[in-house]
């Protein structure tokens, strides 16, 4: 079974602070890392993703950090604010073989504290 | 540009009975996936389609199925409800097939009672 191990299950950062959220995946085919955001009552929105050939990418206040060699990535989001309080996917697909479309993470709940 | 639209957005379904659901790409987006959503399971795939095809089929027994039309636009239908149905199913769209950037609608609400 392929599997993305996400952590934390919950998160509380106060606001201003950083927040972190780390994934690790097994199927080194995987090449296509993306981070969802999800609010109740909605579908997950992409937020950033990023390939294997580069170690880091940044989107305003998202920035993913990879590891190939470690076979991690996690998701950090820059002085955090209330309107980031949501849940949190990671996600990787083999794009290659795209046996089993995306393969998620168990998801973050996030709480940012005014 | 209109997002993935998903119809319905809820369903109250009897165990036994069968049900459809749609969804409706973004404009020139030609693949579609399909995804469950449950609070223990988290998200799982279903299957995905392309060009009326199926391409790929998640762990999931013969009761789920799905199709694409030629507009790209797809169903999905459950047969024989089981309570364990009862999920927010959600689509998704992309231009092809491994081109990344997955957009999902917000989803169809099913419970099976």
């Known amino acids: 079974q392929q599997q993305v191990k996400q952590s934390p299950q919950s998160l509380i950062v106060q606001k201003g602070g950083i927040s972190i959220i780390n994934c690790a995946y097994e199927?080194?085919?995987?090449?296509?890392f993306p981070w969802y955001q999800q609010f109740p009552g909605k579908g997950p929105a992409l937020l950033i993703a990023?390939?294997?050939?580069?170690s880091e990418k940044k989107e305003g206040r998202f920035t993913i950090s990879f590891n190939k060699s470690a076979k991690q990535f996690s998701l950090h989001i820059m002085d955090s604010q209330p309107g980031d309080s949501a849940t949190y996917f990671c996600?990787?697909?083999?794009?290659?073989?795209?046996?089993?479309?995306?393969?998620f993470g168990k998801g973050t709940h996030l709480i940012i504290q005014p | 540009k209109a997002g993935v639209t998903q119809t319905p957005r809820y369903l109250i379904k009897t165990r036994g009975q069968q049900v459809t659901l749609s969804c409706s790409p973004i404009?020139?987006?030609?693949?579609v996936s399909w995804y469950q959503q449950t609070p223990g399971q988290g998200l799982q795939f279903l299957f995905e389609?392309?060009?009326?095809?199926?391409?790929n089929k998640g762990n999931f027994p013969g009761r789920f199925s799905g199709r694409q039309f030629s507009n790209s636009r797809s169903e999905m239908n459950v047969s024989t409800l089981e309570l364990g149905d009862s999920a927010l199913y959600l689509c998704?769209?992309?231009?092809?097939?491994?081109?990344?950037?997955?957009?999902f609608g917000s989803g169809t609400r099913l419970t099976v009672v």
């Open positions: 998704a769209s992309t231009p092809k097939p491994g081109a990344g950037g997955y957009t």
């Open positions: 199927n080194t085919a995987f090449d296509y």
């Open positions: 990023i390939r294997p050939d580069v």
């Open positions: 996600a990787a697909r083999d794009s290659g073989g795209g046996a089993d479309g995306l393969t």
């Open positions: 404009s020139g987006h030609r693949s």
């Open positions: 389609y392309f060009s009326e095809t199926q391409r």
